[in-house]
C-alpha cells in the first residue's frame, strides 16, 4: 500500500503548480473567460513545450513520459485550483485515451500531434434526447464507398471552439439504443457539414452544438465501429480526471471560506468562532478529505477490469457530486451576501463545482449504476 | 378545526381567477415562466393595474387602501397569482415601508407616501444592510446629523454606505436606517429615514451577482441633506420600526404558493425531459422520489403557515414563529433550483447570455426550460442569506422560541 507519489510525479505537480500561479491567477482567468478566443493557445503551446506537461500520462512508446491515469489526476487537480480552461481534458484525457486503448492505426502521429500541443481534441458523445447513456445515439454514420457519411446532432460539446477535432459517437448499426453499433470516429473539425454553434457555458468555458449535415469522413476517420466498452472505458478515466479536478475546485472552496470566516466579523467578533459554522466548515473539510480518497481510490482502479472499474467510479462519482454541493452551497453561504457576487472567485469555483455535479452522469446516474454493478450483476 | 373554503371563498376565487385572465399581459406571464429577468416597466405594469383595482396591497387595512380581504382571501390570492405565473409586486413598498408608515408614521407623511406607494409611483429601495453591518444590522455606520439649513428648518446630514440594495438602479426613494446617536447603546440611536434618491450626493453603483445578473447595488450617500420630517418615528427609535418591518419581511417570505407552481412546472418538465432509460424523466423512481419529498415538505410548511395565518387572523402578530416559515421556505425553493438544473441534463451548462445571435433557428440550443436553470439555481442561494440568514433565523428561533 502506497499513497505517495513518485518522484516525476510530484515534479509534473510542482510544474503545473508554479506556472499555474504565476500565470493564471483569478484576474487573467477573468481576462481569459470574457476574450473572444475564450482560452490563451499560448498557454497551451507552454503546457506542450514550456512544461511537456501534455505527454506525462503517456507510455515512452507513444512519445510520452511513462506516466498514466496518476498524471492526469495530478495534472487536473492543480487546473480545478485555478478553474483552469483550456482542454486538457478532452484532448489528453479523452483524446489521448481513445489513442491508447483502441489499437487505432493512426494513433501514434494523433498523440505526437497532442503532446506536441498542435491537435485539441472535443468530444462530441452527448445527444438532447439521451442523458446519461452514452449508447443512445440518433447520430448516424453510413457506409458510403469506403468512407462514412455523418447526420445528426451533438449536445454541449465542451471545448469544441477550440478544438482542431473531434471525436464523434455515431451509431454505426443497431436501433438507437442498443449496446452494439456504437461507432467511435476521429474527425477534423472544418469537415464541410460540420456546423457549429459556439457558446460560453455558466462556468466560464466555452461550447458547441454540433451538427453533422452529410458529412463525409474518409475511412481512416474510424476508431472503432463497434465501441460501446471503449467509451465506457474512456468515459470512466474521464470521470476519474474530473473527481481530480473537482477536488482542486473543493480544496479552494474549503480554504476561502476558512480564511473569509477568519476575516469577516459580526457581532463584534469573527463569524468562524461561532459553533455552527464551525461545525458547518468541519463538515465541509470532511467531504474535501472523502472526496481526495475515492479519487485516488477510482484513479489507481481505472487501470483494472471493466466491472471493477466502473464500480470504483461511480463511487467516486456518487461522493464528489455530493461534496460539489455541500461544499459549494456552504462556502456560498459562509460567505453571505459577498458570496453572491461575480468579484470574488469563490463564486466561481461554486459554479465550476455545480456543473462537474452533472459531467458525465448525476450523483442519480451513478448510484444507479453501481447498484446494478453491486447488487443486479452479483445476483 | 376544518379546511374548507366556504361559498364566499369560492366566489371569491373565481372572481379573482376570472380577473387575472383577463388583466394579466400574456408577455409577462412568459416571461415569468420561464424564469426571465424583468424589466422595471414588467413590474411596474401589473402592479399599476392592481393598484387601479385595489389589490395590490392586500394586507393593508381599508382606510390606506387595502382591499379588505380576510387571511382567507389573502391566501386565495397568493395562489392565485403564483397559478397563473403573475410577475412578484415588489415587497420594498408595499410589504415593508408601507406597513412601517402606517403604523409609525405622521397623518402628513400617511397622505404624502402612501398613494404614491400605491399606486406604484414611488419605486422603493431597502437600505438596510452596509458592507460592516450584515447579519449584525445593528451595528450600522450610516450617519445622520442634525442641522439648521439657511432655510431655517431642521435637516440630516446624512453620510455613509448601504449595500446589497435591491433593484436601487430603477429607486426613486430609500427607506434607511441610519445613526443619529453616536453614544448610545447600538440598538437605541438608530432612526428610520426616507431618503429621496435624487438627492444631491447619492450615488448608486452596481454589483453583478453570480449568474451575471445586476439585481443588487451599493448605494452611497455623502453630504445628502434630508428634511428632517422625512424620519419615521422618533428621533433614535428606529429600530422599533426596523424589527417590525423585519418580521414582516419575513412572513412573505415562505413563498408557499409559488413554490407550488414550481413543483408543478418541474412536473411537467420531467414529463416532456428524458430520463436515463430514455421514458420520461418523472417515471424514473430516483427523481421522482426527491419531487415527492418537496411535496411533502411544502405541504407541512404551508400548514405551518396556514396555521400561523390562523394565529394572525386570532390578533397575533407575525411573531418568532415565522422564522419557520423562512427558514423552511427558502430550502424549499433552493431545492426546486436543484431539480430544475438536474432535469436540464447537459443543457444545465449553456450560458443564455453568450448564445450566438445570429437568427438560426434551425439549431437550437436546449430547451428553452433550461436556458436559465443554472443562473437560477446560482440565483436562489441568496434566499437563505438574505432577509435574516437561516443561520440568524435558527438564533432567533432558539432564543425566543426555545428560550435558549
Ligand atoms: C456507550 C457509552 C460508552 C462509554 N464508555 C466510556 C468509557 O469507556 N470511558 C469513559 O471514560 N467514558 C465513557 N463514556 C462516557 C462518554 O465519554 C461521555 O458520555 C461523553 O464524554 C459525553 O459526556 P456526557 O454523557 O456527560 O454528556 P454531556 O457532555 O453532558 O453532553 C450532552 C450533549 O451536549 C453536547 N455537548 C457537550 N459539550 C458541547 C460543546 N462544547 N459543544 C457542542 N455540544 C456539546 C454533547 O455532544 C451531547 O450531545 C461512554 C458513554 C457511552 C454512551
Ligand atoms: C441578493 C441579495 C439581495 C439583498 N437585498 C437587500 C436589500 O434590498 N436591502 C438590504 O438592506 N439588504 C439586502 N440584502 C442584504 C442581506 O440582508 C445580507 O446579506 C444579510 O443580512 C447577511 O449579511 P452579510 O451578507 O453581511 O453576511 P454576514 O452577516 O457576514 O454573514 C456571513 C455568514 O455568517 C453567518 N452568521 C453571521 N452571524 C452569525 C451568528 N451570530 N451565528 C451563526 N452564524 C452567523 C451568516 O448566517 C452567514 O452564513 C440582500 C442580500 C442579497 C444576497
Redesign the interface.
Known amino acids: 500500500m502506497d499513497f505517495n507519489f513518485t518522484e516525476e510525479q510530484s515534479m509534473v505537480r510542482d510544474t503545473v503548480a508554479s506556472f499555474l500561479r504565476d500565470k493564471y491567477d483569478f484576474d487573467t482567468r477573468r481576462k481569459i473567460v470574457s476574450s473572444d478566443a475564450g482560452w490563451r493557445a499560448d498557454y497551451w503551446k507552454a503546457f506542450a513545450e514550456e512544461l511537456g506537461i501534455l505527454g506525462a500520462s503517456f507510455s515512452e512508446e507513444l512519445g510520452g513520459l511513462g506516466g498514466g491515469p496518476i498524471d492526469n489526476m495530478i495534472v487536473m487537480e492543480e487546473f480545478g485550483k485555478a478553474l483552469v480552461i483550456e482542454p486538457y481534458l478532452g484532448t489528453v484525457v479523452i483524446g489521448g485515451g481513445f489513442m491508447k486503448h483502441s489499437g487505432y492505426a493512426g494513433a501514434a502521429s494523433v498523440i505526437e500531434g497532442i503532446v506536441g500541443g498542435t491537435t485539441t481534441i472535443a468530444f462530441a458523445y452527448a445527444e438532447p434526447q439521451a442523458r446519461y447513456t452514452w449508447r443512445d445515439l440518433k447520430t448516424t454514420a453510413k457506409k458510403d464507398g469506403s468512407g462514412w457519411v455523418l447526420n445528426g446532432h451533438k449536445a454541449v460539446v465542451v471545448g469544441a471552439p477550440f478544438a482542431s477535432h473531434l471525436i464523434v459517437t455515431a451509431r454505426t448499426g443497431g436501433a438507437q439504443r442498443d449496446a452494439g453499433g456504437v461507432g467511435v470516429f476521429l474527425i477534423d473539425k472544418n469537415l464541410p457539414g460540420v456546423v457549429t454553434r459556439d457558446y460560453p457555458t455558466v462556468d466560464g468555458n466555452r461550447a458547441s452544438e454540433v451538427y453533422f449535415e452529410n458529412v463525409s469522413v474518409p475511412a481512416d476517420a474510424l476508431i472503432s465501429e463497434d465501441g460501446l466498452d471503449l467509451v465506457d472505458r474512456v468515459i470512466d478515466e474521464a470521470t476519474a480526471a474530473v473527481g481530480a479536478e473537482a477536488v482542486g475546485v473543493l480544496r479552494k472552496l474549503h480554504e476561502g471560506t476558512l480564511d473569509y470566516a477568519k476575516q469577516r466579523k459580526q457581532f463584534g467578533t469573527a463569524i468562524a468562532n461561532f459553533q455552527v459554522l464551525q461545525h458547518r466548515m468541519v463538515d465541509m473539510f470532511i467531504e474535501v478529505e472523502q472526496s481526495v480518497s475515492m479519487t485516488y481510490m477510482a484513479t489507481i482502479k481505472v487501470e483494472e477490469d471493466a466491472a471493477e472499474r466502473a464500480k470504483a467510479v461511480s463511487a467516486m462519482k456518487v461522493r464528489v457530486g455530493r461534496a460539489c454541493k455541500f461544499v459549494g452551497q456552504n462556502a456560498i453561504q459562509i460567505h453571505g451576501g459577498m458570496g453572491m457576487t461575480d468579484e470574488l472567485a469563490i463564486g466561481h469555483y461554486f459554479k465550476r463545482a455545480s456543473l462537474i455535479e452533472g459531467l458525465f452522469g448525476s450523483v442519480d446516474h451513478h448510484l444507479k449504476r453501481y447498484e446494478a454493478l453491486s447488487f443486479d450483476a452479483a445476483a | 378545526m376544518n379546511l374548507d373554503f366556504s361559498p364566499e371563498d369560492l366566489a371569491f376565487r373565481d372572481e379573482v381567477r376570472a380577473f387575472i385572465a383577463e388583466n394579466y399581459p400574456a408577455g409577462l406571464r412568459e416571461k415569468q415562466e420561464e424564469g426571465e429577468e424583468m424589466a422595471k416597466e414588467d413590474f411596474l405594469s401589473w402592479h399599476r393595474i392592481l393598484a387601479k383595482k385595489g389589490w395590490v396591497a392586500p394586507a393593508w387595512p381599508t382606510q390606506y387602501g387595502g382591499p379588505g380581504w380576510t387571511s382567507v382571501q389573502r391566501y386565495i390570492w397568493s395562489e392565485e397569482t403564483a397559478r397563473a405565473d403573475c410577475v412578484p409586486i415588489l415587497p420594498f413598498g408595499i410589504n415593508m415601508v408601507g406597513p412601517v408608515i402606517y403604523t409609525f408614521g405622521t397623518p402628513e407623511q400617511k397622505e404624502r407616501f402612501l398613494p404614491p406607494t400605491l399606486s406604484g409611483d414611488i419605486w422603493w429601495s431597502q437600505g438596510y444592510?452596509e458592507p460592516?453591518a450584515?447579519?449584525?444590522l445593528a451595528?450600522l455606520k450610516t450617519k445622520a446629523e442634525r442641522f439648521t439649513g439657511d432655510d431655517g428648518k431642521e435637516y440630516y446630514l446624512v453620510n455613509g454606505q448601504k449595500?446589497?440594495t435591491t433593484l436601487a438602479q430603477h429607486g426613486d426613494w430609500i427607506f434607511c436606517l441610519v445613526r443619529t446617536d453616536p453614544n448610545a447603546k447600538i440598538q437605541e440611536g438608530i432612526s428610520f429615514l426616507l431618503i429621496d434618491m435624487k438627492s444631491p450626493g447619492v450615488t448608486v453603483r452596481p454589483?453583478?451577482?453570480?449568474?451575471?445578473e445586476h439585481e443588487?447595488n451599493e448605494v452611497w450617500f455623502e453630504n445628502v441633506k434630508v428634511p428632517v420630517e422625512n424620519r419615521i418615528f422618533e428621533e433614535n427609535k428606529g429600530w422599533t420600526c426596523a424589527k417590525f418591518l423585519l418580521a414582516h419581511e419575513r412572513s412573505g417570505i415562505a413563498g408557499v404558493a409559488r413554490s407550488k407552481r414550481g413543483i408543478e412546472r418541474i412536473r411537467q418538465i420531467a414529463s416532456t425531459e428524458?430520463?436515463?432509460?430514455?421514458s420520461a424523466?418523472i417515471k424514473?423512481p430516483?427523481?421522482k422520489r426527491k419531487v415527492a419529498e418537496l411535496e411533502i415538505d411544502l405541504t407541512a410548511l404551508e400548514y405551518t403557515e396556514l396555521r400561523t395565518l390562523a394565529g394572525e387572523a386570532a390578533g397575533k402578530g407575525p411573531g418568532p414563529e415565522s422564522s419557520v416559515l423562512k427558514i423552511k421556505g427558502t430550502e424549499i425553493q433552493q431545492r426546486i433550483t436543484?431539480l430544475v438544473?438536474?432535469a436540464a441534463?447537459?443543457?444545465?451548462?449553456?450560458?443564455f447570455?453568450?448564445?450566438?445571435t445570429?437568427g438560426?433557428n434551425a439549431?437550437?440550443?436546449?430547451p428553452d426550460f433550461a436556458h436559465r436553470a443554472?443562473?437560477t439555481?446560482?440565483?436562489v442561494?441568496?434566499t437563505?442569506?438574505?432577509g435574516g440568514?437561516?443561520?440568524i433565523q435558527?438564533n432567533i428561533i432558539a432564543k425566543m422560541v426555545l428560550g435558549l
Open positions: 444592510s460592516g450584515g447579519s449584525d451595528s449595500t446589497w454589483i453583478i451577482t453570480l449568474g451575471g443588487v428524458l430520463g436515463d432509460d430514455g424523466l424514473d430516483m427523481f436543484e438544473l438536474e441534463g447537459h443543457y444545465g451548462a449553456p450560458y447570455r453568450g448564445f450566438p445570429d438560426d439549431h437550437p440550443i436546449g443554472a443562473p439555481y446560482f440565483n442561494r441568496k437563505s442569506i438574505y440568514s437561516n443561520e435558527r
